[in-house]
Structure formats: structure tokens, C-alpha cells
């Protein structure tokens, strides 16, 4: 499996816009943020929205649902987030398919927004590894549920009725 990491980067850099650099409004501003041994109320939104508003397909918006997460998702485990992606990189979801497979219901289905920056490639390629359809919502990122909610809403509509109709 290629991994989506370089991709990722490469979109949210291009995503930030004027914003800069990696996602930061101020050049160094995410850095200096994530090396202060204790951040305030404000500095932790301000450097979980730079985190995520590049997630999303449209920026402007991005920037406002990154926002309200930020104060909503509380608190995020910087530490333990850490030590995932460093077991990610070093034990790749291909060795655990098996297991996954094992733990999925009898339907199931993988979703994702076609403009998330974790390429869609990669998520269609676990699905047709773990044998699923994949639905791929149009004008959506990485949370395509409040990107396009009516489309997410109708594919889970149409997903339950076909279940439910099995």
C-alpha cells in the first residue's frame, strides 16, 4: 500500500493559502505553538484549528468548522496521537487486514469526501482490499457529514433501506 502522508501535506500546504506555510496564519505560529510545554484555552483552539481547518474541501469554510471543533473536541491526546502515527508508519494497516475484516459487521460500507487530503485512492484501495463498496461524496473533505450533510444523509438512507430490505 503507497502511503497518502506526502499527499496529505502537499493539499494542506496548498489549502492554506494565505494563511502560509504548513496551515498557520503567522509564519512558526503552529511550531511555537506545539513546543510550548503548557498552551492557554486560546493558543490550543488556535493551534487545533490550524491542525484541521485544512481538512476540509472548502478552506473558508474549513477554517470555521475547524474552529468550532477545536473548543467542542476537547481534550485532544497529543501524546497518545503521537505514538499512532509513529505505530502507523512502523506496523501498516496491510499486516492487520485479517483483523479488521473480523471485526466488521456483515454490511458495511466505506465513506469518504472526494476533496479529503487524505487521497481518496487510498481509501478506495482499502476498500477493495476489505472487499467493501466505497461511497465518495462529492465537494467533501475529511468530515463529509457536515460538508454535505444531505448527501451523506441520503447514501446512509439508501445504505439502511438495502440492509434492512437484505
Known amino acids: 500500500m503507497r502511503t497518502w ?4 501535506a502537499t493539499t494542506s500546504v496548498a489549502r492554506a493559502g494565505p494563511r502560509g506555510g504548513a496551515g ?10 506545539q513546543e510550548l510545554p503548557h498552551r492557554t484555552e486560546e493558543q490550543e483552539v488556535e493551534l487545533l484549528t490550524l491542525a484541521w481547518f485544512t481538512d476540509h474541501a472548502d478552506p473558508e469554510s474549513g477554517w470555521r468548522w475547524a474552529a468550532q471543533g477545536a473548543r467542542r473536541r476537547r481534550p485532544v491526546n497529543w501524546a497518545m496521537n503521537g505514538e499512532l502515527g509513529r505505530e502507523g508508519r512502523a506496523d501498516p ?7 479488521l475484516r473480523a471485526c466488521l459487521p456483515a454490511r458495511a460500507e466505506l465513506l469518504g469526501g472526494c476533496d479529503d487530503p487524505r487521497p481518496l485512492p487510498a481509501l478506495a484501495s482499502l476498500a477493495h482490499r476489505l472487499a467493501l463498496p466505497l461511497a465518495r461524496i462529492e465537494g467533501a473533505g475529511h468530515e463529509p457529514w457536515l460538508e454535505q450533510p444531505a448527501a451523506v444523509r441520503a447514501h446512509l438512507r439508501r445504505f439502511v433501506r438495502r440492509a434492512v430490505a437484505a
Not at 498557520?24 to 505553538?33: A, F, N
Open 93 to 99: 494497516l496491510d499486516a492487520r487486514l485479517d483483523e
Open 24 to 33: 498557520t496564519r503567522w509564519p512558526g505560529t503552529s511550531t511555537k505553538l
Open 5 to 8: 502522508r506526502p499527499c496529505t
